[in-house]
């Protein structure tokens, strides 16, 4: 157990519909990262978030936005959605310190199904 | 920018055997981190060991071990002893110190077989 912790587990939905995807990263990290696992893509960054502000972002789709909430827990949030949207969705905390060694630690992921 | 080449889709080993798994990275950071994680049929991606680019000797934990070449930019995990609980996706990443993105980039991964 990484100490993230990811829910739903599974999601099932339609497309055109929107969901959010909750993360809790481990206790005393300020790091979130957002990452999408699908076939085609394979593991893609997505969004960074330290201390409640975006810090980077990846390949990430404009349907797709996140927030960290002063709590440090994280939601992403998926519109519109499409059948190419169906993947594992991982969030990862990092330590505040540590510098270059600073590991990511992965949640189980939220394996999200459009129909 | 970062890329990390993983050329073996998968690989098969007998059970107490050796295997390397092999891993090659590009980057144009002076600072760089390489990592590698495990991940069962069960889907969670699981930490196994760090190698930070200026560590003097290849990283180890337990069984798993890196064979860091620098000057050929590979990075190959090497697991002791395979057992069955082995059987897993591997997936080699780095990371850069450009700034604050601390972004993982990932390799397309290797299908590691265990065979009793």
């Known amino acids: 157990d990484s100490g993230v912790t990811q829910t739903p587990k599974h999601l099932i939905t339609a497309t055109g519909q929107r969901v959010t995807l909750r993360c809790s990263p481990r206790s005393g990290d300020l790091s979130v990262y957002w990452y999408q696992q699908s076939l085609d893509q394979g593991l893609q960054f997505l969004i960074q978030y330290y201390n409640g502000e975006e810090r980077a972002k990846g390949n990430i789709l404009e349907r797709f936005s996140a927030q960290q909430f002063p709590d440090l827990h994280s939601e992403l949030n998926l519109s519109s959605l499409e059948l190419g949207d169906s993947a594992l969705y991982f969030c990862a905390s990092s330590p505040p310190s540590g510098g270059d060694r600073r590991t990511q630690y992965f949640g189980p992921g939220t394996r999200l199904t459009v129909l | 920018a970062q890329k990390i080449t993983q050329t073996q889709p998968g690989m098969f080993v007998q059970e107490k055997e050796a295997v390397t798994l092999d891993c090659t990275y590009d980057?144009?950071?002076?600072?760089?981190?390489l990592f590698w994680y495990k991940q069962p049929s069960s889907g969670e991606m699981i930490f196994l060991i760090y190698?930070?680019?200026?560590?003097?000797q290849n990283a180890t934990e337990g069984r798993y071990s890196l064979n860091f070449q620098k000057a050929r930019k590979s990075a190959n995990l090497v697991i002791s002893a395979s057992q069955l609980g082995d059987s897993a996706m591997y997936f080699c990443a780095t990371r850069g110190s450009g700034g604050s993105n601390y972004k993982l980039t990932f390799g397309k991964g290797t299908l590691l077989t265990v065979n009793p």
């Open positions: 190698q930070g680019s200026y560590d003097q």
């Open positions: 980057t144009s950071d002076p600072s760089y981190g």
